[in-house]
């Protein structure tokens, strides 16, 4: 059963939004596009691993990208746990495509591409010592030891996979019937339930989603990027505001609400609070009092005196 389910990150959002927004000839676009990619790739992974949990693990309980904190500005992140009244399942899941050979328990991973070869990190290693840094945290909050088994899954149908044999270096077919097995001998759950709960509530309410990054990261501002309302046929900044609708001004489609995935756009590039006039330009529109309106439509919280000219986005 999947208790925090995977949901793209706010890094992730901000790079789909840059995507389409930076013109492609800009300085920095090639180095985002290369952080998209990555991002993008490690996102279907994760996400691939949604029909088993949700076909084979119903028994257990599923925690997706967990961020928690080491200290107030510090933090760690799981692609997966596996919670069950016994043990936990540590899941470091890689999307990589070519031949990837991993010699030992503890050797270097490399990975064979046509054109070239590159060398990270073992995933496990990456585990234990994320599992770390996950005790310490329990510890704090005197959660209950349990014992825990780290699992790199490899989730790419263009991979092929060179292992040790003692390893727990995985395709996602073969998680089951290994989690199975390691599970196979545990007695039944009743008392168990209590501490089960304790590491959920724990895992629930100290899990910190990874923060917007500012723009300035990149190199950039607003006014770098392509303003305006995407028209969902053209695919291209074309949509005005004419009459109460969008039309776009190449293929004439029609549309009441394209200005929200802009508004959208805008909320993922940056988390500072914003004027009426900046969304009225991002949205190329010359109302005021129609900006307004948009902007309370998607739930935008305007601040109070001495700082009423400015809103906040929804969920802020």
């Known amino acids: 059963m999947i208790i925090k389910p995977l949901k ?49 693990f119903s028994e257990f309980r599923i925690f997706q990208d967990i961020r928690l904190p080491v200290s107030p500005d510090r933090f760690f992140q799981l692609d997966a746990i596996l919670l069950t009244p ?29 054109e070239t070869v590159e060398q990270f990190t073992n995933p496990l290693v990456q585990l234990h010592n994320t599992s770390e ?12 030891e349990l014992p825990v088994h780290h699992i790199a899954v490899f989730t790419h ?22 989690t199975k097995e390691l599970t196979a001998a545990d007695p039944e759950t009743t008392g168990k339930e209590k501490a089960l709960q304790s590491w959920q509530s724990a895992l629930l309410a100290s899990h910190k989603p990874a923060p917007l990054p500012k723009l300035s ?5 607003l006014q770098n990027l392509r303003p305006g309302v995407r028209c969902g046929t053209c695919s291209d900044f074309t949509m005005h505001w004419l009459h109460k609708r969008w039309r776009c001004t ?11 995935a802009a508004l959208e756009d805008f909320f993922n590039l940056t988390s500072d609070p914003f004027t009426n006039g900046e969304v009225r330009d991002f949205l190329q529109l010359n109302s005021r009092h129609t900006t307004r309106r948009f902007l309370q439509d998607v739930g935008c919280r305007q601040l ?3 700082h009423s000219h400015l809103y906040i986005p929804p969920g802020c």
């Open 8 to 56: 793209k990150t706010a890094p992730l959002l901000q790079l789909e939004a840059l995507k389409h927004r930076l013109p492609a000839d800009h300085p920095a676009y090639p180095g985002l596009m290369t952080a998209y990619h990555k991002r993008h790739a490690g996102h279907r992974g994760e996400q691939s691993l949604n029909f088993i949990f949700n076909r084979f």
């Open 86 to 114: 016994h043990r936990l399942f540590l899941l470091e899941v890689k999307h990589l495509k070519g031949s990837i050979d991993i010699p030992s328990r503890y050797g270097l991973m490399t990975r064979t591409l046509p």
């Open 133 to 144: 840094l996950l005790w310490v945290w329990a510890a704090e909050r005197g959660l209950p």
């Open 157 to 178: 149908r263009d991979s092929v996979l060179w292992r040790p044999a003692d390893c727990l270096l995985l395709r996602p077919e073969e998680l089951w019937r290994v």
């Open 217 to 221: 990261s990149w190199q950039l501002t």
């Open 250 to 260: 190449r293929c004439g489609r029609i549309e009441l609400y394209a200005h929200r």
């Open 304 to 306: 109070t005196k001495p």
